[in-house]
């Protein structure tokens, strides 16, 4: 069974950056969209930022301008690159890979915390 393995969360203060990395444990065919989710205490998970195999990306307002998403189709790895960290940054992140067509599939990361310090 394939599982996506995230790296790279932390503590951090306001204003530091962060990357953070989620490449599978095995092969897999290429995804067709890589996500990055984000879950905080209290709060249902939700989108922070995606990219489609044609580089298409796509980012929640509040990190416009701040989180980068990028791939790398030769490892199937995806990065979110995170500046100007704030406080209401602070969740456990997930991954998501998704495959739609021939061999078909979704799979999501256990899940990296971030915390960020005021």
């Known amino acids: 069974q394939v599982q996506l393995v995230e790296s790279g969360g932390g503590l951090v203060q306001a204003g530091g950056s962060l990357r953070l990395s989620c490449a599978p444990s095995?092969?897999?065919?290429?995804?067709?969209?890589m996500g990055w989710h984000r879950q905080a205490p209290g709060k249902p998970r939700e989108l922070v930022a995606a990219i489609t195999s044609g580089d298409n990306t796509n980012y929640a307002d509040s990190v416009k301008g701040r989180f980068t998403i990028s791939r790398d189709n030769a490892k199937n790895t995806v990065y979110l690159q995170m500046n100007s960290l704030k406080p209401e940054d602070t969740a456990v992140y997930y991954c998501n890979f998704r495959r739609v067509g021939a061999w078909a599939y979704i799979y999501w990361g256990q899940g990296t915390q971030v915390t960020v310090s005021s």
């Open positions: 095995g092969n897999i065919f290429r995804p067709n969209a």
